[in-house]
């Protein structure tokens, strides 16, 4: 059973679509992230939710939408793509807490969005 | 602002030699975790450190912390082919909520 799972694997859009990216994890975590990995392989984090409540948002456009139905999922949405939104997005999962902070991070197998 | 630095950026090795990958860190932390990603496949979790002066071992690769120097070193036994890939070191600055990561390492295996 695949832990942390996210669909599609591919993503192609046009420029100015609006797409969404699924992910549910069966680990159990209270944690779920989304990293961005660029053309250069460098990861950074953009949202982590805790227990379905937004914890961290880096400095990333509203056009991107974070949403946590519950623990399990964590989805993303993107308004208006743009070209420089072409990356390939991870979702993870982990339990932290101050006492389990030696989980570490469970990641999906990556979403590859393309913008033409 | 936490930066994660990686050294080398890119490795191409012999099999049968030995190296080190650094990464150094810029603020306190005692959690740092070493990643490793095939290309085009996702990141699978190598090591997890959590005080100063840990150490872990897993076949050819071990991982060391030194919290004091902000560094924490990678290092290759009598490498393979098979640990060509990228490694990436990751430094946790909020209890696991916020993983920052070096720009990774791309080790090469040449037999």
């Known amino acids: 059973d695949t832990a942390v799972s996210q669909t599609p694997k591919y993503l192609v859009t046009q420029m100015g679509n609006d797409k969404s990216i699924k992910c549910e994890q069966n680990l159990g975590h209270d944690t779920m992230y989304w990293y961005k990995q660029d053309s250069k392989k460098f990861l950074k984090i953009m949202f982590s939710?805790?227990?379905?409540?937004?914890?961290i948002n880096e400095t990333v456009p509203n056009r991107f939408s974070p949403k946590s139905p519950d623990k399990a999922h964590l989805n993303l949405h993107i308004n208006s793509l743009e070209l420089g939104d072409s990356a390939v997005y991870f979702c993870?999962?982990?339990?932290?807490?101050?006492?389990?902070?030696?989980?570490?991070?469970?990641f999906g197998n990556g979403t590859r969005l393309t913008v033409t | 602002e936490l930066k994660v630095e990686q050294n080398p950026l890119f490795l191409s090795m012999q099999e049968g030699k030995n190296y080190t990958i650094y990464c150094n860190y810029s603020?306190?932390?005692?959690?740092l975790y070493w990643y490793r990603q095939d290309p085009g496949k996702s990141l699978e979790s190598l090591f997890v450190?959590?005080?100063?002066?840990a150490v872990k071992q897993e076949g050819r690769l071990m991982a060391s912390l030194d919290t004091k120097a902000r560094l924490s070193t990678l290092h290759i036994t009598a490498a393979v082919h098979d640990l060509s890939a990228t490694y990436f070191c990751a430094v946790d600055i909020r209890y696991g909520n916020k993983l920052v990561f070096g720009a990774g390492t791309i080790l090469r295996v040449k037999s």
């Open positions: 603020t306190t932390s005692d959690r």
């Open positions: 939710y805790n227990n379905k409540e937004l914890i």
């Open positions: 993870a999962s982990s339990q932290s807490n101050r006492w389990s902070y030696n989980s570490p991070l469970h």
């Open positions: 450190l959590l005080s100063n002066g």
